[in-house]
């Protein structure tokens, strides 16, 4: 079935240095990829999303592109803040119709001034 | 704005306790999920609900069932609690199947 690897943290950055969090995805069909942002003491949230392959999802500033060849859907941002500090999820779409989102383990960033 | 409401943000249970977990969504979604998310595992599906009246179980249901009365109200329910459903529980809502989820702020269970 399909899975989703994202690399493990925690990632410590200084404010302003260029973040990348990987992703890479097993699946069968063509599915759809998401990140995920969970800020501390809230819910996950979507940060951004492609449905198809060379699709860039981008917002905040984060952007991903869906990348077929490689299978990965990597998270980046040329410039981190002090309040992207969170935890990013990986997720991909169920590789049956009626099943859902598949996420990574997840991420933490903490990001210092 | 879309929201997805749940009951509790914080519980604390005795093993062997009936818990009752709410979760209200206020966009008409059709489909809600119940989720599991402690450190190193990442999210894990306990169950979801593609209609009312109607349940799937996701890759952890042991332990938990669920209840789906009307459309906007999803219930996760620990028959008897025991001390490993300690855990951060999410609830989200989609339009569709394998859209975007909207989630709640989560509710911590613990349980002694």
């Known amino acids: 079935g399909n899975s989703v690897t994202q690399m493990e943290g925690p990632v410590t950055l200084s404010e302003e240095a260029f973040l990348t969090i990987n992703c890479t995805y097993t699946?069968?069909?063509?599915?759809?990829l998401f990140w995920y942002v969970q800020y501390p003491g809230e819910g996950l949230q979507l940060l951004l999303k492609a449905t198809k392959a060379d699709d860039k999802g981008s917002n905040k500033g984060f952007e991903a592109t869906y990348r077929k060849e490689t299978t990965s859907f990597h998270l980046e941002k040329g410039s981190v803040q002090v309040s992207d500090s969170a935890v990013y999820f990986c997720?991909?779409?169920?590789?049956?119709?009626?099943?859902?989102?598949?996420f990574g383990k997840g991420t933490t960033l903490s990001v210092s001034s | 704005d879309v929201k997805v409401t749940q009951s509790s943000r914080y519980l604390v249970k005795r093993t062997g306790e009936k818990v009752f977990l709410e979760c209200v969504q206020d966009m008409d979604h059709e489909n809600m999920f119940w989720y599991r998310q402690d450190p190193g595992l990442g999210l894990r599906l306990i169950y979801f609900s593609y209609d009312v009246k109607m349940k799937e179980k996701g890759d952890i249901p042991e332990g938990y069932s669920v209840s789906r009365e009307k459309k906007e109200r999803f219930s996760l329910i620990l028959e008897s609690a025991s001390t490993n459903q300690t855990s951060m529980y999410l609830c989200?809502?989609?339009?569709?199947?394998?859209?975007?989820?909207?989630f709640g702020e989560g509710s911590r269970l613990t349980v002694l």
């Open positions: 997720a991909l779409s169920g590789d049956q119709a009626g099943t859902a989102l598949i």
């Open positions: 989200a809502s989609s339009l569709s199947k394998t859209g975007e989820l909207f």
């Open positions: 699946a069968t069909g063509y599915p759809s």
